[in-house]
C-alpha cells in the first residue's frame, strides 16, 4: 500500500482559496491514481475529483467542477487539490486516497484527513 499524508487545510473565509497537498511514501506513487474525497460533520464521504497516474485525465463531482483543481507532481510524489470561491458548504475534512486504476476498484489506501472551515 501507499501510506498517503495530507496537508494545507485551515480556516478560511468564503470566497478565498486553498490548496491542499497529499504526500505519498511506500510503494511507486506514479502507479497509482489519486482521489479526492469529503467528509462534512453528520454527512456520508462524498467523491471530489480523481487524477490518472499519468496526470492525463482527472474527473470531477458536478458540484466541484470549475472552483478545484486536482493535480500531480509525480517527482515530489505529492498530489494536490486547487480549491477555489471557497463556500461554507466545502467545510469538510479532505482525504486523498490511490488505487491502481483511475475509473474502477477500490480506493484501498487513505490519507488521516486535513480539516478545512469555509466561514461566511
Known amino acids: 500500500q501507499v501510506q498517503l499524508v495530507e496537508s494545507g487545510g485551515g480556516l478560511v473565509q468564503a470566497g478565498d482559496s486553498l490548496r491542499l497537498s497529499c504526500a505519498a511514501s511506500?510503494?511507486?506513487?506514479?502507479?497509482?491514481?489519486v482521489g479526492w474525497f469529503r467528509q462534512a460533520p453528520g454527512k456520508e464521504r462524498e467523491f471530489v475529483a480523481r487524477i490518472s497516474w499519468s496526470g492525463g485525465y482527472t474527473y470531477y463531482a458536478d458540484s466541484m467542477k470549475g472552483r478545484f483543481t486536482i493535480s500531480r507532481d509525480n517527482a515530489k510524489n505529492t498530489a494536490y487539490l486547487q480549491m477555489n470561491s471557497l463556500k461554507s458548504e466545502d467545510t469538510a475534512v479532505y482525504y486523498c486516497?490511490?488505487?491502481?486504476?483511475?475509473?474502477?476498484?477500490?480506493?484501498?489506501?487513505w490519507g488521516q484527513g486535513t480539516q478545512v472551515t469555509v466561514s461566511s
Open positions: 511506500g510503494r511507486t506513487f506514479s502507479n497509482y491514481a
Open positions: 486516497a490511490t488505487r491502481r486504476n483511475v475509473g474502477t476498484g477500490e480506493w484501498d489506501s
